[in-house]
């Protein structure tokens, strides 16, 4: 049976928002959540301290040691993870209804009295290295991040700063440095999602009094600057020995942000062009031409506010990369000469409509999507509008839309194996 998203209720919670929503789930309840704090918080140098913190949060507290609460949550069926990126540190759960109470005051017991042991610390930055050096040969990685680091400034919030400086700054992360920054966690623009088996009087007492006493943290999130860097066009290889692909990011920044009217038409323009598998990029680059198993379109860097960016994908093998790379530039070019037309347009809309829809009738996608909305500053209605917004999206929309991409001016960042340098 489909959940019913009209269900869904907002509340005010010590300054923050909570959304409850009852499902025809039985006997599971779905939490999505976050507080203000993350990496946009903290200087460059020390934007590795929130995911840091992240990955320790429920590894000991002032009154619990990290078995305890990692035992009692195992015993119990209940999931919890956190993590941080942007401007908040956020959290998912899942537990049966009667456990509600103790995962959340879990969560809030994490988030004002973690107390990052000193071997706990060691390990986690040890783990993070680990990561960060196996980024070095992952080439879809390596493009992603030259390719951000390319397109913005060093103090916009979507670059991306040179792996070497990432590991200096885990390599330099101390005990006082976590410590500090979950100070700034509180219940400061806390979201709070919870769906499935919840009678909901109930569930807002629990989320009220289980958070109701943790600190204000961060209240406010952090000033967005625009992008300062001159956008012009620009390539760069990064390369890889012993690869048998070849990834790559084509595209450019955008003067978007998620409250320009545009948004939306963005939003259906980019998935028109690669917004999965009956998207025009699949359709010719991959099932027509076969050069890749997979390509895509896609609007990133917007979730924190910030303008952000219009990005091509695409995995290539090295024996055909420079064929691959020139056919998907003519094919982005006959997308937006030929490719925007009513029946295109009306196909996509249909489509984005109907997976939402869909995702909407399991009880984990719409705590997702309720906390999602909240992050992103829109109303409870957004919900439910969202396919009307959707379906009123029009060819001249998409026109003016596509006029925003300074499609002339697209860098180019690609890593892996080259047969030629």
Partial sequence: MKNEPSSAQEFPIIGGRLFLAPTHAHDVVVVEGSVLGGPNMLPPALDVIPSLTAELLDAGTAKKKKSLIRETLAGRGISLSFSSSGDRTAFSGRCFPEDLSLLLSTIAESFGEANFPEAEVKNVKALALGELAEEKSDTRVQAERVFAAMLFDPAHVNYARPLKDEEKSVSSARRTHLQDFRKKLGKGGLILAIAGDINVSTARSIAEKSFGKLGTGTAVASVKQMNK??????????????????????GATLPLTLRHELYHPMRVLTDMLGGGFVSHLMQTIRERDGLTYGVSATLAGLDADADGYFKIWATFSPERYEES????????????????????????KEEMTGSYLVALSTTQNLARTLHSLAARGFDLSYLTDYPDIIRAVSLANIRDAADLIPRTKFSLAASGTFKKL
């Fill in 229 to 250: 860097k001159v956008q012009e066009a620009r390539e760069k290889l990064i390369p890889i020995a012993n690869k048998a692909n070849i990834d790559i990011l084509l």
């Fill in 325 to 348: 790379v020139a056919k998907l530039r003519k094919e982005e070019n006959l997308f937006f000469s030929e490719g925007l037309t009513e029946t295109a347009l009306a196909k996509r």
